[in-house]
C-alpha cells in the first residue's frame, strides 16, 4: 500500500523537483525525524521490521539486520538519529574530507529513470571533518544510536594526491570517537585522480597512516570501484589484509557508461557519455555482484564485504549475501522505491532463508559458493 503511495504519488511530486532539491527536501525530512521522538515512532511504526534471523555480529558490533544506508545520501551526518526508525540495520554518512568544501559545480545530479539509475559528480561536498565532528559531538551527547554508524572519509580536491595519507588521517582523528566503524573510500570517480589512491603503494601508505591513530582497533574498511580489473581487485584485497583491514565495500559507482537506454540528459542537452560522474542503480549492479564474488573466492569468506551497487528488491540482496556479502547497502533503490524499500528487503530475505531451509542470515553469506 504504502510502495504504491510512493510510487503513485510520492516519487512524482520528488521526481518534479530537481534532482540535488528533492535531495535536500528528503535529508530536511529526515533530519527532523532525527530531533523528534514523535516522529520517530511514526517513522518506526510505520518503516521498522525486526526479526532475529536477521541479526547478526560482525566486527564486535550488532547489526539487527543486514540493510544499510550507503554513503552519499547523509553526507554531512545530518539525519543521524533518523535511520534506525526507516528500518536500516546500519548507516554510513559522508564521504566526509578534511577541509570543507562545495564540490563541483551544479547541475552534478541526474536521474536516468529509463535504466533505474542516477549520475553524480557531487565531488565530496561536505562541510569538513572539523565541524562535522562537533554536530556529532553535540548529538551524540544528548541522543543513543541503537544501529553501527560508519563514517567515510575521502581527500580533500585541495590536497595533493601525494599527502592524501594526511588528509584521511586528519579526518580520521577528528572523527574518530564517533565512529563505530571507518571507511577510506578511494573509489569515487569525482575527485580527480581519487581513484589512483586504489594502487598497492598508496593504498599501503594510507592505512599505514591510519592505524596508529585507531588505538581502540576499530574497523577500518576500503571501498573500491566496480571499474577495476580482476587483478587490480585481488591486488587491493592482498594489500587490506596485509595492513588489516576489517572489510572491503564493494562497490561504488561506475564510470561505464555500456548498456544504458538513456541517450542524452535533458538538462543539459549533453549525450551521457559526454557527462562526467558515476553511475549507481541498476547499471552497476552485476558488475558489483561480480566484484563481491572475487574478493570472497580469493579470501574464502575471510574479509567481510559490505555489498552495495544496485540493490532494488529482496532478490537484489539476497544475490549479494550468497556471493559473499555479510551486509548490504542501498542508495539509489531508496530514491527509486521510497522508504519502504527497507522493510520489503528485509521480508523478503525471511522467505528466502526459509525458502533455502536456513536458520539465519550469517548462513546464507556465500552461499553461492558452497
Ligand atoms: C548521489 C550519490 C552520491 C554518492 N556519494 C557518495 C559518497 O560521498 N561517498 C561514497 O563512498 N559513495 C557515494 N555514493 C555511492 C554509493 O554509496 C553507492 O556505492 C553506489 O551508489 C552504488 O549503490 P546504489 O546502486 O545502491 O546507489 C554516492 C551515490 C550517489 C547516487
Redesign the pocket.
Known sequence: MLDVAYRYGVRPLLFSLDPEAA?HLAIATCHRISESSTLQSIAKSTFYYSDSRLSQTLWNLKFENPVGL????D?NAEAIGAWEHLGFGFA?V??ITSKAQSGNPQPR?FRLPSDRA?L?R?G?NNRGAAATAIDLQNYLSNHKLNIPLGI?L?KSKVTEISDAKFDYAESLRSLYDFGDYF?V?V??PNTPNLRDLQATAQLGAILAELNPINTANKPILV?IAPDLNDADIIEIVKTSQAFGVAGI?A???TISRQNLTTSYLSITGKSVTEEAG?I??QP??DR?LQVISLIWQTTQGSLPIIG????FTAEDAWQKITAGAAIV?????L?YEGPMIVKQILKGLITKLETHGLDNIQQAIGLAHR
Do not use: C, D, P, W
Request: no cysteine.
Open positions: 535531495h550507503a554513503a552519499g545520501f553526507k554510513e559522508g564521504t545530479l542516477v553524480n557531487m565530496f567515510n575521502g571507511v573510500n573509489s569515487s571501498k565495500i562497490t561504488n559507482t558515476g549507481s542503480g552497476v549492479r558489483s552495495v551497487g544496485g540493490i547497502q542501498v542508495y539509489t533503490g530514491i
